[in-house]
């Protein structure tokens, strides 16, 4: 699929600048989940040797009281007709309060709209429109490449701090990538283990407290340099072990105060709404980068494949990995 760079993408007047509204003519719902099409996905194939499942999401309420504050974990309740029987149900299921993927109603860009101009009154319940049932009813396929962000750390001798909240760059994958041999390729999806979940899962509770008080989470600087990373690569998923890929509280010199206000400088307006791009937050890779670490293999075919909620704004992955 020959397409502009993402530098050409900012230079745009026929569409907002830094977009990739109306290039996906086929699926435009999708946005860049449909850089991962069939010859992905038989690729990935070749990643199974093993034949080996590795669960990617935490629990529904694993995270208790989430990150975010307007949101909680569900409350489920056991119910019977009679002796023989059982149903359940939820209530208070906030569908991105764990190991979920952001879909592209999730944001829209200040000042032009939704992803490729989606008006705003086709954005509500059981209305189809950049709903994540598109990535359900066509679930997201293909190689799942692991980056490991925190290995590299350690190999330099030293650790992510957490407890500060970080910003990471394009550059730490580039060298990441390269410690561990590896190579992007068109229609990725990129996973980053960062280790941010798991220490927040296992520190004390003075210092979850602590960092959902703040909001601080690690995360990537928010720099058109990352979102011409991810565009520039073709990914069909940037998924990573933290709160919200990008890292939190904003940068003070976010490329992005003027065009997210709202979201002081936020880069999810950038990603999803203006590329298109599928954000995978708090996936648990722990497993997965043990057994990376161990074997010298980072690729896997990785499967995601959301609820299938007509007008969904996000879901958990329900994420799998298999080699």
């Known amino acids: 699929m020959a397409l502009p760079s993402y530098r050409q993408l900012t230079e745009r007047t026929d569409a907002p600048a830094g977009s990739s509204w109306h290039l996906f003519t086929d699926h435009p719902d999708r946005g860049m989940a449909n850089f991962a099409g069939p010859h992905q996905i038989r690729r990935a194939a070749d990643c199974v040797t093993r034949g080996l499942a590795f669960n990617l999401d935490y629990a529904l309420d694993a995270f208790d009281p989430p990150m975010s504050k307007a949101r909680g974990i569900p409350q ?138 703040g909001r601080r989470a690690t995360g990537f600087a928010q720099t058109r340099g990352f979102a011409a990373w991810c565009w520039d690569h073709r990914l069909a998923l940037m998924a990573t072990d933290t709160f919200a890929v990008e890292v939190l509280p904003v940068r003070p010199d976010s490329d992005f105060h003027d065009s997210a206000p709202e979201d002081g400088g936020m880069m999810h307006q950038e990603l999803i709404a203006r590329l298109g791009l599928p954000l995978g937050e708090l996936w648990n890779l722990t497993a997965l980068v043990h057994d990376s670490r161990i074997t010298g293999h980072w690729d896997s075919l990785l499967t995601v494949k959301p609820l299938n909620l007509t007008g969904g704004v996000g879901s958990p992955a329900n994420a799998t990995a298999l080699r």
């Open 76 to 213: 489920h309740h056991i119910t019977a007709q009679h002796d023989q029987s059982r149903d359940d149900h939820l209530d208070n299921f906030h569908l991105q309060a764990t190991t979920q993927i952001d879909g592209l109603r999730h944001r829209r860009a200040s000042g032009h709209g939704f992803y490729n101009g989606v008006p705003d009154n086709e954005i509500t319940p059981r209305s189809p429109r950049l709903g994540v049932q598109v990535w359900a009813e066509e679930p997201m396929a293909g190689r799942g490449l692991l980056i490991d962000i925190d290995g590299l750390f350690r190999e330099r001798g030293t650790v992510l701090r957490h407890e500060e909240a970080p910003a990471l760059t394009p550059d730490l994958l580039d060298d990441a990538l390269a410690a561990q041999g590896c190579k992007v390729e068109p229609g990725d999806l990129v996973m980053v283990h960062t280790g941010w979940a798991h220490w927040y899962l296992t520190t004390t509770p003075e210092q979850r407290t602590e960092t959902r008080a």
